[in-house]
Nanobody
Framework: VQLQASGGGLVQAGGSLRLSCAAS????????MAWYRQPPGKQHELVAE???????NYADSVKGRFTISRDNAKKMLYVQMNSLKPEDTAVYFC?????????????WGQGTQVTVSS
């Protein structure tokens, strides 16, 4: 199983970025997907999640600015990040989770750096 995140970079405050996560070797449509981030010197934190059924949930800090989406046919996860702030600076990770019966799968991508300058 591989999750490949991309799209990070350096952007000025107020700018936008779109992160992508390509999944392989999983039944993507069955998985609940999420974006997490780890700011410098801090713990991982949930940014946004989207269930296999398409329901979404966002951290309060990104509500109204970030939009998570998925394309099951392409096995892709996205997050559109608008009105970026310096405090959004972090390494962003995609995550895939599936749980049914005795199966508990939890996969992570390698992370992509987002840096927002003031």
């Amino acid at each position: 199983v591989q999750l490949q995140a991309s799209g990070g970079g350096l952007v000025q405050a107020g700018g936008s970025l779109r992160l992508s996560c390509a999944a392989s070797d999983i039944g993507f449509s069955l998985y609940n997907m999420a974006w997490y981030r780890q700011p410098p010197g801090k713990q991982h934190e949930l940014v946004a999640e989207i269930t296999s059924g398409g329901s979404t949930n966002y951290a309060d800090s990104v509500k109204g600015r970030f939009t998570i989406s998925r394309d099951n046919a392409k096995k892709m996860l996205y997050v559109q990040m608008n009105s970026l702030k310096p405090e959004d600076t972090a390494v962003y990770f995609c995550n895939a989770r599936y749980s049914a019966g005795l199966i508990n799968n939890d996969f992570w991508g390698q992370g992509t750096q987002v840096t927002v300058s003031s």
